[in-house]
């Protein structure tokens, strides 16, 4: 799953669209892609490789100049990487509207989609999953943008988190989620869209959060109809693919710009290395009565009497969580003296596990978005656990679908290699 970026908003689209990608770039992908209503329609723009190559065709073709765009970094899962492949993909209204996607995650029932919609008489282009998005949207589409995102994705299994422009709604963006992270920036008269915070915060620091299943329709435009100047008037509503009108909390973002600079540093992990000293102490700031020699963890406050009486802990997570949670075995037994297991996230979905009464499963993840460790917990929660995330990212999934849970508080990590689930104690 990559990245996501939309802008609708008084000021150009292009080139903040363009530095919302090399914000995401730390992810990894294969290639790269924009879409910009313009005054002549939705134009779109392609390149394989770097963001620096899609850059390099926008800065010869001016012409994509709009005040509403959609962005889109790639790592194929479906179809290898080519610039026929690579985001946004479109699709053709029956009154001829064009219809724009981008999209992370994975359609699982993209076949049956695929034949269905080419039955319909649409031609594809391109070997992804994503294409079907994008057509079934133009199938459905009659004149309004939201509805027709809804009635699609009533029809789509597997993750996603899409956002969709339309020519004939040149003041419109619609966005949603399953399985997937998607946050929206609300900013002075704009908003952005985003996979990932980092390409929202040097806008504004107040999002909302997308839960599964819940779209959101951005509308931002003169108020003036026919576009004479005037006040910019921005509006936004969520609702599920039901259609029920939701209310979410607008939240403050946590980190700052400078968090996710480079600085001085020659690359990311080396930066976040060099912070592990200062990420410690915030991570335990406020946390350490040391007049009653006690640790204070407030978000476990309400579930203290159930963890009393636990019978044993199960840590659920992947890659360097995983290896953190082995070591969480080691401490929970040698302190606690309950027993305590650490397993793949991946494999625990997959297996018939045994939960019996008592048991408390953590979920560790610095992100709180693993697509693994989240269904894991949801597993162990149907089976009767209690469900406690370790997690980073503040208001991340994982974070809202506990019962309990920890905060990190260490700051953004941007560099891949997880440089903050463990600190080098040689270090003062
Ligand atoms: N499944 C989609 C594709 O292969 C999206 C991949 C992604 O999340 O970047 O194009």
Redesign the pocket.
């Known amino acids: 799953?990559?990245?996501i970026v939309g802008y609708i908003g008084p000021k150009s689209a292009a080139p903040l669209l363009v530095e919302g990608l090399k914000r995401l770039e730390y992810r990894g992908?294969d290639s790269a892609g924009l879409a910009v209503v313009t005054e002549d329609g939705i134009a779109i723009s392609r390149a394989v490789g770097r963001v620096r190559a899609l850059e390099d065709k926008l800065n010869k073709n001016t012409k994509i100049d709009g005040h509403l765009g959609i962005a889109?970094?790639?790592?194929?899962?479906?179809?290898g990487p080519s610039e026929l492949?690579?985001?946004p993909?479109t699709g053709t209204t029956s009154q001829g509207h064009t219809i724009a996607v981008v999209?992370?995650?994975?359609?699982e029932n993209y076949m049956a989609l695929r034949q269905y919609l080419t039955g319909k008489g649409h031609t594809f282009e391109?070997?992804?999953?994503?294409e079907v998005i994008a057509k079934l949207i133009a199938q459905l589409y009659d004149g309004d943008l939201e509805k027709a995102v809804q009635d699609a994705l009533r029809e789509v299994t597997g993750a996603y988190a899409i956002a969709v422009l339309c020519d004939a709604e040149p003041h419109t963006m619609v966005a949603a989620r399953k399985g997937?992270p998607l946050i929206v920036g609300i900013a002075d008269k704009a908003y952005v869209v985003a996979s990932d915070a980092s390409a929202i915060i040097s806008h504004t620091t107040q999002v909302i959060t997308l839960d599964d299943y819940q779209v959101v329709r951005l509308c931002a435009g003169h108020e003036d109809k026919q576009g004479n100047g005037g006040p910019w008037s921005v509006d936004f509503r969520t609702t599920t693919i039901d259609n029920e009108t939701v209310s979410r909390e607008v939240t403050e973002l946590e980190f700052d710009l400078e968090q996710i600079e480079l600085g001085e540093y020659k690359h990311f992990m080396l930066k976040e290395i060099m912070e592990q000293p200062q990420a410690i102490r915030n991570c335990l700031r406020g946390r350490i009565d040391h007049r009653e020699g006690r640790v204070v963890l407030g978000g476990l406050d309400h579930i203290a009497r159930e963890l009393t009486r636990a019978k044993r802990f199960l840590f659920a997570a992947q890659g360097t969580a995983y290896h953190a949670g082995l070591i969480g075995e080691y401490l929970f037994e040698d302190l606690a003296k309950i027993p305590a297991r650490c397993e793949y996230a991946s494999e625990f979905r997959y297996r018939n596990p045994i939960i019996e009464e008592g048991t408390i499963t953590v979920a560790v993840s610095q992100s709180g978005e693993t697509a693994d460790t989240l269904a894991a917990l949801a597993e162990a929660r149907e089976r009767g656990a209690i469900g406690l995330g370790v997690v980073n990212s503040v208001g991340s999934t994982i974070s809202r679908e506990t019962d309990a849970g920890v905060y990190l508080h260490v700051g953004p990590e941007i560099g891949v290699a997880s440089t903050k689930a463990f600190w080098d104690k040689w270090r003062s």
């Open positions: 799953m990559c990245g992908y889109h970094t790639r790592w194929a899962t479906h179809g492949n690579a985001h993909h999209h992370n995650g994975i359609i391109s070997e992804t999953d994503t997937s």
